[in-house]
Nanobody, 118 residues
Framework: QVQLVESGGGLVQAGGSLRLSCAAS????????MGWFRQTPGKERELMTT????????YYADSVKGRFTISRDSAKNTVYLQMYSLKPEDTAVYYC???????????WGQGTQVTVSS
């Protein structure tokens, strides 16, 4: 049974920081790419960042580049999203996901709410 379980969301003031975790279980993800998405009402789901589990290669969207960092701990089978300098526009439900194909994200977490107040 493959699962991605997210945690770490909450309420933070603008300029603050937050660390999200995504605990993966049920299989090895060494051949997968992991990603973090976010979504707000009225907006398209946004891919923020990805990491290739095996190589550690990363990608960042312009909206989060320089502020967010994705990482993984292979021993714990966990992916992290460290967020700094948070802005009210970062308010969203944040999801982790995994894929082993170029476009289809096969596994998804349940989502965790991040709210940034001004």
């Amino acid at each position: 049974q493959v699962q991605l379980v997210e945690s770490g969301g909450g309420l933070v003031q603008a300029g603050g920081s937050l660390r999200l975790s995504c605990a993966a279980s049920g299989r090895t993800f060494s051949t997968y790419t992991m990603g973090w998405f976010r979504q707000t009402p009225g907006k398209e789901r946004e891919l923020m960042t990805t990491i290739n589990w095996n190589s550690g290669s990363t990608y960042y969207a312009d909206s989060v580049k320089g502020r967010f960092t994705i990482s993984r701990d292979s021993a714990k089978n966990t992916v992290y999203l460290q967020m700094y300098s948070l802005k009210p526009e970062d308010t969203a439900v944040y999801y982790c996901a995994a894929r082993n194909q170029p476009t289809w994200w096969k596994y998804w977490g349940q989502g965790t709410q991040v709210t940034v107040s001004s």
